[in-house]
């Protein structure tokens, strides 16, 4: 499926990511997103938790990074939040193999990348050996 | 550091979790809760998560290693109060959270561990 075109960024918020409680401060400040968007509920929870599993990523694998927090408009008018989080750390040399749930090359269960995409209507991972990660998502509102 | 407290009910450790964690304080309560089992010489623990609005993989994987902890301690633990968005975005995230006992609300956690205020819990019978 194409990306879709964003017509309009409404609001733009940008966000450190260095350490475990700035993963707490996304969960909240994309919280505040959803809601001010008027996402349900359920769609919340998701894009909270697929914002958390990425945040941490880049804390914990991409030695910390920026996170852009945006509430975005599409020409059918539809809002929507999309997150990007972006590290300097290694890279990912093997993306495919990366987004396989299990796969981990740290101590974790392997379920970040793959749960984030699964929980977002739109996922775009950018990364190579030494070039840093950039994962964006997209949620638009139901 | 905030911490999580863990109350003692007969012979069960009750606990809330009443902040959004980082992975330090999930980790610190993975580990008091662990020490405390055998301190308290507890056969059941009791999880509420009915305020937690989010549980991500890191969260639920320290959820499990409680729960497997316990267990090697001959503990009980059983997890109430998920929300039903919650649930929904677990298990499309992936984690299924197999191994791990759970309960609508504290009241059935409580019968399915048989807790009791007096410490006069059925488990404790086969002692």
């Known amino acids: 499926m194409p990306p879709s075109i964003i017509s309009e960024t409404v609001k733009n918020q940008a966000v450190k ?12 400040a994309v919280r505040a997103l959803a809601v001010e968007i008027g996402m349900n509920l359920v769609d919340q929870t998701k894009i909270i938790t697929a914002a958390s599993e990425l945040a941490r990523n ?24 999309r997150l990007s989080f972006e590290d300097r750390g290694p890279g990912i040399a093997d993306i495919q193999r990366a987004m396989t749930d299990g796969y981990t090359t740290g101590t974790g269960l392997g379920l970040g990348l793959g749960g984030a995409r699964r929980l977002s209507s739109e996922f775009h991972i950018q990364s190579a050996p030494e070039q840093g990660t950039k994962v964006t998502i997209l949620k638009w509102k139901g | 550091m905030d911490r999580i407290p863990i109350l003692k009910m007969g012979e069960c450790l009750l606990v809330s979790i009443q902040v959004d964690m980082d992975d330090d304080l999930a980790l610190a309560l ?12 507890a056969r059941g623990v009791l999880i509420d998560i009915s305020s937690l609005d989010i549980v991500d993989s890191f969260i639920g994987r320290m ?20 929300r039903p968005s919650v649930a929904m975005t677990l298990v499309e995230l992936g984690l299924s959270l197999p191994g791990i006992q ?15 205020p007096q410490g006069e819990s059925s488990a404790a019978k086969h002692h």
């Open chain 1, 58 to 81: 880049a804390v914990i694998h991409g030695g910390g990074g920026d996170a852009t927090l945006e509430i975005v408009r599409d020409a059918a008018n539809r809002l929507g939040l």
């Open chain 1, 17 to 28: 990511l260095n350490a475990a409680s700035d993963v707490v401060m996304i969960r909240q």
């Open chain 2, 30 to 41: 993975r580990d008091s809760l662990t020490s405390r089992i055998v301190q308290d010489k």
């Open chain 2, 63 to 82: 959820l499990a290693n409680i729960a497997a902890m316990a267990k090697i301690l001959d503990a009980q633990t059983v997890l109430v109060g998920m």
């Open chain 2, 102 to 116: 759970t309960a609508l609300n504290v009241d059935r956690g409580l019968k399915l561990l048989h807790c009791s």
